[in-house]
């Protein structure tokens, strides 16, 4: 009995720290992407109402956000290039001001590790 108590314990508590670093991941790369973002208005056409870049964004769940600069490093991982990954997945809905935040905010926040292999 006390071993499986332990073992119950342990679980836990191990659980309850990776979920703790997941979520601080994906606030630090909301916080990221945000920095990286401009204090202008978005333009007409962008945004349904009168929000800057950062004001658009900081409304975003950051459990969302962090899928896809998740996505972004698995592409990079994959090999595809910068290009690529925004030109076919994030230009067109996100534009540019924000797909490249995004970009970069992930190989910050995310996948550093993939910032010498940035092509």
Request: with cysteine; proline share 3%; net charge negative.
């Amino acid at each position: 009995m006390k071993t499986v108590v332990q073992f119950l314990l342990i679980s836990i508590l191990f659980s309850t720290s990776v979920f703790t670093v997941a979520e601080s991941n994906s606030e630090l790369y909301k916080k990221r992407v945000i920095d990286l973002l401009p204090s202008t208005n978005m333009p007409k056409g962008e945004s349904s109402d009168d929000r800057t870049y950062k004001e658009y964004m900081a409304i975003a769940p950051d459990d969302t956000l962090y899928i896809y600069g998740d996505r972004i490093c698995r592409a990079l991982i994959a090999g595809r290039s910068k290009k690529s990954i925004l030109d076919e997945n994030f230009y067109l809905f996100w534009g540019v001001v924000i797909s490249d935040a995004m970009y970069f905010a992930a190989l910050d926040v995310i996948c550093p590790e993939m910032k010498a292999m940035d092509h």
